[in-house]
């Protein structure tokens, strides 16, 4: 069987990494929406505020009428009538997106086929991080306690990127955040998870351990 016949190489802006990796609320304020906390307004009808599903990094609103749970190139192609391409490309040049090459190879059957090859770092980005600084500019910053910041901190920082998942016991937790007092860690892990950094799951052991799910 012959190889595929190389047809056009373009270099393009990565849009696994715009879906994945860019935070809803940023690409919302870029485009004019009202953003507040996990809320930012409906795109389709202003008078609705939707919600920011954290974890996938998707807004829905329950009131405008649509069935569809919005990503970042959704938000974009709705708020602004744009198609796939223009919106890829508004985003791209309001953000540092990363590029791929891609590739149009046609077969013995004349069937063409799109690859996309070459990240410049290496590595395909599979989910949201989140980072301090980010987690600073946002919204929801304000509305967390002091202990509540001193713990998300801790967690972006100690929860190993590979797995996701930190063990640890109370009394450690409470040496890391700087706090004596169980009941405002107990608070504290309740705020990181209605903004959706953290799942808990706690361990059936003698040393108190829980473990942390990004």
Not at 61 to 81: E, P, Q
Request: hydrophobic share 40%; with cysteine.
């Amino acid at each position: 069987m012959s190889e595929p016949q190389k047809v056009a190489e373009f270099v393009v802006p990565d849009a696994d990494y715009i879906r994945l990796e860019l935070p809803m609320s940023e690409v919302a304020e870029k485009l004019g929406l009202d953003v507040r906390d996990r809320r930012v307004r409906c795109p389709r009808d202003r008078s609705h505020w939707a919600k920011i599903w954290l974890k996938k990094n998707k807004v829905k609103c329950f009131k405008c009428g649509s069935r569809a749970c919005w990503g970042t190139i959704d938000l974009v192609m709705v708020t602004l009538r744009a198609d796939v391409n223009q919106a890829i490309q508004w985003i791209a040049a309001r953000f540092a997106v990363p590029k791929r090459r891609r590739r149009i190879t046609r077969n013995l059957w004349g069937t063409t086929r799109n690859l996309y090859v070459d990240y410049p770092d290496g590595k395909r980005p599979r989910r949201l991080e989140i980072s301090l600084d980010a987690l600073r500019r946002s919204p929801v910053w304000a509305s967390l306690t002091p202990t509540t910041r001193r713990l998300a901190a801790f967690l972006i920082q100690a929860v190993p990127r590979e797995s996701l998942i930190l063990s640890i016991t109370y009394r450690e937790l409470q040496r890391k955040v700087q706090t004596a007092n169980r009941g405002t860690l107990k608070i504290a892990f309740a705020q990181l998870r209605e903004i959706g950094l953290i799942e808990t799951q706690r361990e059936a052991s003698g040393n108190d351990g829980f473990g942390f799910y990004a």
